[in-house]
């Protein structure tokens, strides 16, 4: 099994940024994707961004030039820096590994004035 811990997060105002991390432990095998995505009130469960299993990364059109995303594989995880956060990027945050697919239990982000 795999297990997610997440850190990050928080409140900031529009225009701020923030930092996320997520670490993977337990039996990892390589090849493995890992990144995030986010779920706001009402709305489904959405990518972000995503290291894949080629390790290319794949962004959400709606975050492009603001998000980063970066690897460390030597330590099973992954980063998600946020600039020029908006309200609308207001969401729980999940981070997401696979093989197999795991799920953190979710950061919140607000951003807000």
């Known amino acids: 099994q795999v297990q997610l811990a997440e850190s990050g997060g928080g409140l900031v105002q529009p225009g701020g940024s923030l930092g996320l991390s997520c670490t993977a432990s337990?039996?990892?095998?390589?090849?493995?994707?890992m990144g995030w995505f986010r779920q706001a009130p009402g709305k489904q469960r959405e990518l972000v961004a995503i290291?894949?299993?080629?390790?290319?990364?794949n962004y959400s059109d709606s975050i492009k030039g603001r998000f980063t995303i970066s690897r460390d594989s030597a330590k099973n995880t992954v980063y998600l820096q946020m600039n020029s956060l908006k309200p609308e990027d207001t969401a729980l945050y999940y981070c997401?590994?696979?093989?197999?697919?795991?799920w953190g239990q979710g950061t919140q982000v607000t951003v807000s004035s």
């Open positions: 337990g039996i990892i095998r390589s090849p493995y994707a």
């Open positions: 997401h590994f696979a093989p197999p697919l795991t």
């Open positions: 290291v894949t299993i080629g390790n290319n990364t």
